[in-house]
Nanobody, 118 residues
Framework: QVQLAETGGGLVQAGGSLRLSCAAS????????MGWFRQAPGKERELVAR????????YYADSVKDRFTISRDNAKNTVYLQMNSLKPEDTAVYCC???????????WGQGTQVTVSS
């Protein structure tokens, strides 16, 4: 069982930056793939970025490539999402998730709101 809690959301102007954190409970955090997802009103949830257990492999959606960076600190049971050059279209609820592989995510956080004003 893994419990996830996101922090770091908020209101920022376009072009600004935010850093999201996702703290995980449990001693097996380092064995999980971690992903950041987002869902904007009226839109489907989308995978923004994911990272493998060691941090050696990452994936980014085209819409955030070169602007967002996912990282993890297994000693702190935490995964991060550094978001730079934010755009109004990045406005969404951002959730972190943990999975046994890169496709299936079994554990989800409650989410944190990110709002980017123009």
């Amino acid at each position: 069982q893994v419990q996830l809690a996101e922090t770091g959301g908020g209101l920022v102007q376009a072009g600004g930056s935010l850093r999201l954190s996702c703290a995980a409970s449990g001693r097996t955090f380092s064995s999980y793939y971690m992903g950041w997802f987002r869902q904007a009103p009226g839109k489907e949830r989308e995978l923004v970025a994911r990272i493998n257990w060691s941090g050696g492999s990452t994936y980014y959606a085209d819409s955030v490539k070169d602007r967002f960076t996912i990282s993890r600190d297994n000693a702190k049971n935490t995964v991060y999402l550094q978001m730079n050059s934010l755009k109004p279209e990045d406005t969404a609820v951002y959730c972190c998730a943990a999975g046994v592989n890169s496709i299936r995510y079994d554990y989800w956080g409650q989410g944190t709101q990110v709002t980017v004003s123009s």
